[in-house]
């Protein structure tokens, strides 16, 4: 890892970390919709759709990955109490390992589906003849990650919030401007 400690994230780690969070909204308004009653060739756009913004997801993900290796994070203020700090860890981590099942489980459904989900419909995820049964087990996974996703992605939410409004400590505020990074002290 290139640098582990600055005083702020970089740039680049900042505009993926908003593009993430608005596909990521637009993803799970998707998704919402496969919950109801659809006609078949609604369901298989939102597929397709949900696809596109999936892989997406994926891609901006894997630059995360790689970003935060090079660049890696601000420390957290020294006088956060220790089980904050942990918890902010736990919390980071926990959210990236879901967002990499959320897209692993997303692929190996699309590929056991029984229609073609076709992102940007230039290509497939499995050719379209996938088994009902392996289909149905991954999907469940796929939705339990969601879940667990749509939770923690709450929880950080709320503690940006707590740290913007209550504590006032400027963590959040590293993150709301996107646009400049602060130098190393």
């Known amino acids: 890892m290139a640098n582990t400690q600055t005083n702020d994230f970089a740039v680049g780690q900042k505009i993926v970390h908003w593009l993430m969070a608005i596909v990521i909204m637009l993803d799970l308004y998707i998704a919402q919709k496969f919950g109801g009653v659809m006609e078949d060739w609604d369901r298989f756009e939102s597929r397709s759709d949900h696809a ?35 918890l902010a860890h736990a919390a980071h981590w926990l959210l990236y390992g879901l967002i ?17 989900v ?11 003849t996938g088994a009902e049964a392996t289909f149905v087990y ?29 504590v ?13 990074s602060e130098k190393q002290a």
């Open 138 to 166: 991954i999907r469940g996974f796929h939705e339990l990650m969601t879940n667990l996703i749509i939770g923690l992605i709450g929880l950080h939410i709320v503690a940006a919030l707590y740290h913007l409004i209550i």
């Open 168 to 180: 006032r400590d400027g963590v959040t505020g590293r993150m709301l401007k996107f646009w400049k």
């Open 118 to 128: 076709t992102p940007f419909g230039l290509f497939a995820y499995g050719n379209g």
């Open 52 to 86: 596109t913004l999936g892989t997406i997801v994926a891609v901006l993900f894997a630059i995360r990955i790689y970003l935060r290796w090079k660049h890696g994070a601000p420390a957290l203020p020294a006088d956060m109490p220790g089980y904050q700090k942990m």
């Open 100 to 116: 990499g099942a959320l897209i692993a489980t997303g692929i190996l459904s699309a590929m056991n589906a029984d229609s073609l």
